[in-house]
């Protein structure tokens, strides 16, 4: 687990390094089955995805807090607010920070989405 006091202000500090400390944030504070993707050198958008699980829209809501005031704390940039995916119960909640592209879904969004398989080229 990457240790989230070690990382300073964004700018300084490399995107993998705090694509790692997001992914340890959600899953201390239990977002499932975390995964980071690494996405360098297959596309030109973005460097990482951060896929988690949440269990319902309260936990949502409260890991989106968490990401928010981590990114406020560390100087990240958000761009734009986040963004919903619209299906029946807002199942997948997108968090633009540029390098790094957060996706909170519910189980059953993520497992009809599979971002990772659609992603099976990337590093783990």
């Known amino acids: ?12 500090v490399e995107p993998s390094q705090w694509a790692a400390a997001l992914s340890a944030l959600i899953t201390e504070h239990k977002g499932q089955d975390v995964s980071l993707l690494d996405l360098r050198g297959i596309n030109n958008w973005t460097d990482f995805f951060i896929v988690a699980a949440v269990t319902s829209r309260t936990h949502m809501d409260g890991l989106e807090r968490h990401i928010k005031d981590f990114c406020r704390e560390k100087d990240i940039e958000m761009f734009g607010s986040s963004r919903t995916h619209k299906t029946q119960d807002d199942e997948w909640r997108l968090i633009d920070l540029g390098s790094v592209i957060i996706h909170l879904m519910t189980q059953s969004a993520r497992e009809f989405y599979d971002l990772e398989r659609l992603w099976h080229n990337t590093k783990h």
């Open 1 to 12: 687990m990457a240790d989230l006091s070690s990382v300073t202000k964004a700018p300084q």
